[in-house]
């Protein structure tokens, strides 16, 4: 003969508050090591996350200004102007940002979060600016 039992809390005795307040000490410090030791080490010659967000940013507001050019000879001359620029103001070389990009991009949970810090950096340059465009023209109104 089989028997069903159903789990439930209600089966247990009642522990002692202050066990209950360790085990959960206890869950809290395991999560957190747990988690500390999933953490991957970064590889020798890949940026660095923070520098790495700041470097697309750049880059891609860099794309914004290349998509307004009109000519292809100019879009490729100075997108390799700039490009250049960007990865001499960060102290880095096309091949480390694309390691680095690579690197990332085999670990799409942290990308998407950078991604969405490079997201709101460049919402953060658009409005201002809008607001720096906007007081221009108000300047120039008022001539």
């Given amino acids: 003969m089989q028997q069903n039992y159903k789990f ?3 089966n247990f005795p009642a522990k002692p508050i202050s066990f209950q307040m360790k085990a959960l000490k206890l869950l809290f410090v395991s999560m957190v090591f747990l988690s500390a030791c999933g953490q991957k080490k970064i590889p020798e010659g890949i940026i660095d996350e923070r520098k790495m ?15 307004s050019l009109m000519s292809l000879d100019t879009l490729r001359i100075a997108g390799n102007k700039h490009y250049a620029a960007v990865y001499k103001n960060y102290n880095i070389d ?5 390691k680095s990009l690579k690197y990332y991009s085999m670990q799409p949970v942290l990308l ?5 810090r490079v997201d709101n950096i460049l919402k953060w340059r658009a409005s201002n600016l809008a607001k720096i465009q906007e007081a221009k023209q ?3 109104d008022a001539k």
């Fill in 138 to 140: 108000k300047k120039a």
């Fill in 112 to 116: 998407d979060s950078m991604y969405s």
């Fill in 94 to 98: 096309k091949p480390v940002f694309e």
């Fill in 53 to 67: 967000v700041r470097v697309l940013a750049d880059l891609h507001t860099i794309d914004g200004y290349m998509s």
């Fill in 8 to 10: 439930s809390f209600s």
